[in-house]
């Protein structure tokens, strides 16, 4: 599976969009981007995924960027229960099929 | 709908000492995954059943082994606690069938939190 790089930590206002990088640019060409995050003492949820088009679901939008080497989560309108660490994972098969390869993720914290 | 569940919920043992840790599936899924999550880290992938099969397996010594039952829960096994085994264990669940594909996300339950004294 593709590397992925996201910042250590990140500060949003509650009520404004939230949008997290992840740089992934030894992705291969079948492998899709998904997005899992993790409230403290609890276990990781599954937010998004894509494969070469922006994605939009009820918790967020998936943003690729044409060559497919990054991607931006947004959150576009964050409160105070999107306080969390973001994954940022690249897998073929992820989504069900494969172990997934956690980084350290991204801590969002949403201020009020 | 339950959701995973996994118990216990918390665990002390000592070193060397073996430990059983369960996982209930959500309800109409075929696969469970079992991951590792120490302090300030994310998880890391130890291995997936399906079909009461190790299907893939992580970077994980064979003192970790698990196994799948007719009805999709599954237990996780470790031998020879260390005391860098004390983690959160983490079960996920999904509906994967016999030729698996991206589009089902894994479900993940609260965890067990294993403390190895």
């Known amino acids: 599976d593709a590397k992925t790089t996201q910042p250590t930590s990140m500060d949003c206002a509650e009520g404004r969009a939230a949008n997290l990088p992840c740089n992934h640019s030894?992705?291969?060409?079948?492998?899709?981007v998904y997005w899992y995050r993790q409230i403290h003492s609890q276990g990781p949820q599954y937010i998004i995924h894509g494969l070469k088009n922006n994605e939009t679901n009820e918790m967020a939008s998936l943003i690729i960027t044409e060559d497919r080497k990054s991607s931006t989560l947004i959150l576009p309108h964050a409160t105070l229960r999107d306080t969390a660490v973001y994954y940022c994972?690249?897998?073929?098969?992820?989504?069900?099929?494969?172990?997934?390869?956690f980084g350290k993720g991204t801590h969002l914290i949403i201020q009020p | 709908d339950a959701g995973v569940t996994q118990s216990p919920t918390h665990l002390i043992k000592t070193r060397g000492q073996q430990v059983t840790l369960r996982c209930s599936p959500k309800s109409g899924h075929d696969t469970v995954s079992w991951y590792q999550q120490a302090l300030g880290q994310g998880p890391q992938f130890i291995f997936q059943?399906?079909?009461?099969?190790?299907?893939q397996r992580g970077n994980f010594p064979d003192r970790f082994s698990g196994h799948q039952f007719p009805n999709y829960s599954s237990e996780l096994n470790v031998n020879a606690l260390l005391l860098g085994d004390s983690a959160l264990y983490l079960c996920?669940?999904?509906?994967?069938?016999?030729?698996?594909?991206?589009?089902?996300?894994?479900?993940f339950g609260p965890g067990t939190r294993l403390t190895v004294l």
């Open positions: 030894t992705i291969s060409g079948n492998e899709y």
């Open positions: 059943y399906y079909e009461e099969e190790e299907r």
């Open positions: 994972i690249v897998s073929y098969s992820g989504g069900g099929a494969d172990g997934l390869t």
């Open positions: 996920a669940s999904s509906l994967v069938g016999r030729f698996g594909g991206p589009y089902n996300e894994q479900f």
